[in-house]
């Protein structure tokens, strides 16, 4: 997902100022044959077989050797962590993102690893080319062939119109805060209120639904290009705790304890289309909710793992910081590894 480099980005970054905005006043023994031998040769009947024994074990999937190609959005870009490389410069793509760290420790470089992730690219840039403020990124799923036997993708967000969701959630209570200051009651969840369809359905869950589709077709066109391909889908890091309470000391009181509920919900959602999709097309679905309870935008400074409204200079808000690189390239190695 992003904020900042193409139409939807620029004005994710409009609304993360906004949300940045809005919070500031809310931040203050022997063996079985030779006991049968033995038995034999004193001519007494062997001990009758366990009828329990161990688990059968499980022979571990080998892990691919490559090539690797990674393809994504700016979650798995890095977008703004140094160092940056690549071109084109619009997608900002770190050196040390979760596909590079994977690369790393398969020991895949050159010609073997290729990651073509891009900071604000949905579905359709996957087949076509994306335009950035950096120049042209050519469609993602070029990069693959016949040859290629690993693939990583994560994406989905821009296309649900997350990040919109953030900003207009920011926007939503800003304006209810701005009624309580002159007497009318505040709304316990207005962001929630504001997408609530008038046929009684969830306009965010009807964004993420179609997003979907635009996935599984996806899915698809990668096992036609790439047909002896393993394929990982990534999922997106916890942005906010479970209890919206944690969240208190970073945000303050200002953005309503149901919206930020609201927000969970969401993306739980939203990791929850993925799997399917993923499932559904024969791929792995690789969770990064569990691996980063306790390391959302509201916990401290050295372990959360994405940045909060106000992030450490430099970084990107509400976006995965190195440590997020890091944590996800763990749970990444681990799927692979089975």
Not at 183 to 189: E, H, M, N
Not at 277 to 288: I, M, P, S, Y
Not at 314 to 320: D, E, K, Q, V, W
Request: net charge neutral; hydrophobic share 40%.
């Amino acid at each position: 997902m992003s904020l900042s480099v193409r139409p939807i980005g620029t004005l994710g970054g409009v609304l993360s100022a906004g949300l940045a905005a809005l919070l500031v006043a809310g931040c203050s023994g022997s063996s079985a044959s030779e006991t049968v031998a033995a038995a034999a040769a004193s001519g007494s009947a062997p001990p009758r077989a366990a009828t329990t024994g161990p688990a059968p074990t499980r022979t571990p999937t080998p892990t691919p050797t490559g090539p690797y190609v990674a393809l994504g959005d700016s979650y798995t870009a890095g977008l703004k962590i140094s160092p940056q490389v690549g071109e084109p410069k619009g997608c900002s793509r770190s050196a040390v993102n979760y596909p590079s760290l994977v690369a790393q420790a398969l020991g895949l470089a050159g010609e073997r690893f290729r990651d073509v992730s891009c900071s604000g690219a949905r579905t359709g840039d996957l087949t076509g080319a994306q335009s950035t403020e950096g120049g042209v990124n050519p469609p993602q799923l070029d990069a693959l062939t016949p040859a290629t036997r690993l693939v990583t993708l994560g994406i989905g967000g821009n296309d649900a119109g997350f990040m919109e969701v953030v900003g207009q959630c920011a926007k939503e209570n800003l304006v209810d805060a701005i009624k309580g200051l002159v007497g009318s009651d505040r709304a316990a969840a207005p962001c929630r209120d504001s997408y609530a369809a008038a046929d009684g359905g969830d306009q965010v869950q009807r964004k993420v639904d179609t997003a979907g589709e635009r996935l599984g077709e996806t899915l698809k066109e990668v096992k036609r290009r790439s047909p002896q391909a393993r394929v990982y889908v990534v999922g997106y890091p916890a942005l906010l705790p479970a209890d919206p309470a944690g969240c208190v000391p970073v945000l303050g009181s200002t953005v309503a304890g149901g919206d930020l509920g609201f927000l969970v919900e969401k993306e739980q959602q939203l990791n929850a289309m993925l799997k399917r999709r993923a499932e559904a097309a024969g791929a792995v679905f690789v969770d990064l909710t569990a691996p980063s309870a306790g390391h959302d935008m509201c916990a401290g400074e050295t372990a959360r793992w994405v940045e909060p409204p106000f992030p450490t200079h430099g970084l990107a808000a509400i976006h995965p910081n190195a440590r997020g690189q890091e944590g996800a390239a763990a749970a990444v190695l681990k799927a692979l590894r089975g």
